[in-house]
């Protein structure tokens, strides 16, 4: 049927036509669809005119379908039925969640959570476009406060500068010792004993500013000062400087739970009494999207990282 041919049939004859059929008769027709049954009988009728068949066999009671009516009906159903699964894709389509999500994090929460995002957004939020990015600390923070970013995982500490950030925690994570395969102690090491050794911790070598301070906070509240002889932000130098016995890293859990450490040994510290705290981040000046929360979601499902003892 072309589609000016569709124009000589009107949507409500056919519900009308199934109602009666559905309901065993136009007076049970019309108490359904909150019609009159004059209503009824003329959308039937108009619709017996239009297709030149009579469907119903008012003689009999109740009315029964002629053979034109009984090959009629399975044709109107369907095209109910299509009306209502077309009506029904509008709707989910109208509320899928779309848009574009701008995450970023720092190097090894980017290893442990980006495999997670970006599988789970694919399944579950085909239409949220999720951009990933990694960085340091501080510069996570400025990506953040310059709107290059949407999304943050990132350390509590160093707090941020500006107040227009909020954030919801996501995991803490302890403070590690990293030492050759062949210094490995019998159990975890102590603050002092680190004093004690040339060190390497995660941050800015530039003297710039330092965007790991959980490492110094650890041995200033201990009374110690660390002597640190060079900061990386990347977990795989400081392995490779801890493996040749250059000295001893000191670093937070997850780095080295996401690195390879073939040839060192990943030792706790008995007396670092505060770790790092990680925490989600975004600015509360900035109108939230349903893309945005649901990566929240997201983030709020990934699994904590696997720490040992």
Known sequence: MKAAEAYRFRLDWFISFVSVVENGGFSAA?????????RISTHVAELERALGVRLFDRACTPVEL????????????????H?????????????????????????????????FLLEQ????????????WEGTTLELEAALLSGDVDLAVRPVLPAPTSDA??????WQEPLVAVVPDEEAPAGPLRLAELACRQLITVGDNTGRGNDNVETAMAFE????????????NQPQTLIAL???GIAVGVTNALAMLMANTEGVHVVPIADAVRGREVALWW???????????????????????????
Do not use: I, W
């Not at 509240?221 to 990386?232: E, H, I, K, N, S």
């Open 83 to 115: 009306l209502q699964a077309a009506s029904d894709n509008a709707s989910r389509a109208a509320q899928r969640v779309c848009g574009k999500v701008r995450l970023g994090a720092y190097p090894s929460a980017a290893a442990h959570l980006f495999p």
């Open 221 to 232: 509240q201990a009374g110690l000062v660390p002597d640190v002889v060079f900061r990386t």
């Open 242 to 244: 801890a493996r040749r």
């Open 30 to 38: 019309a108490h359904a669809l909150y019609r009159s049954q004059s």
């Open 165 to 170: 950030f909020t954030c919801r925690t996501l």
């Open 121 to 132: 957004s694919a399944l579950r939020y085909p239409g949220v476009e999720l951009v990933l």
């Open 283 to 309: 600015r509360t000046d900035r109108t939230p999207t349903r893309a945005k929360e649901a990566v929240h979601a997201l983030l709020a499902e990934a699994p904590l990282p696997a720490f040992g003892s």
């Open 66 to 81: 002629t053979a034109e009516g009984r090959e009629l009906l399975p044709h109107a159903r369907g095209m109910l039925q």
